[in-house]
C-alpha cells in the first residue's frame, strides 16, 4: 500500500494519483531479483538434450557440457545466490545421459561381436571353404 504525502491516506499500490486529494504518488520501482543463472539454466537444458540424444551417441557432447557447467555453478555456489536446483538438475541429467550411452555403446559393441564370430563361424563351416584346404589355388 502507498500513502499520500501530502494528506496521509492509503491508496493502491497501482495508483498513480491520490484518490483522496489528486496529488501525484511517488513511483517506486522495484526490479525482481534476478531469477536465474545462465550457466545453471544451460547446465539443465544441455542434460535434458543429453538425456534425448544419448541412444544414438549425439548426447554425449550436450551431457559432457551440463556436467561442466553444473560443477562451475556448484563450485562458485559462493558468490552465486541462485540456480543450485538447475545446476543440480543439470549434473544428474548429465550423467544419467553418459550412463545410458555407455550402456548403448556396450550393447551396440555386443551385438557387433556376435555377428562377426556368427559370420566367421559360417564362413568357416561353408562347403568348399575350409581353411587347411588351398589346393584350388594352385596351378
Known sequence: MKQCPKCGANCADSDTFCGICGT?????????????????????????????????FIGIVPAILAIIFGLIVLCSARRRQNGCGMAIAGLVTGGFALLIAALVSLFFISVVSSMVSSWTDNYDNAPGFSQSDDSHLTA
Not at 511517488?26 to 539454466?41: E, H, M, N
Open 24 to 56: 501525484p504518488l511517488p513511483i517506486s520501482r522495484q526490479y525482481p531479483p534476478r531469477s536465474s543463472d545462465g550457466l545453471a539454466v544451460a547446465s539443465m537444458v544441455l542434460g535434458i538434450i543429453g538425456v534425448v540424444f544419448s541412444l544414438v
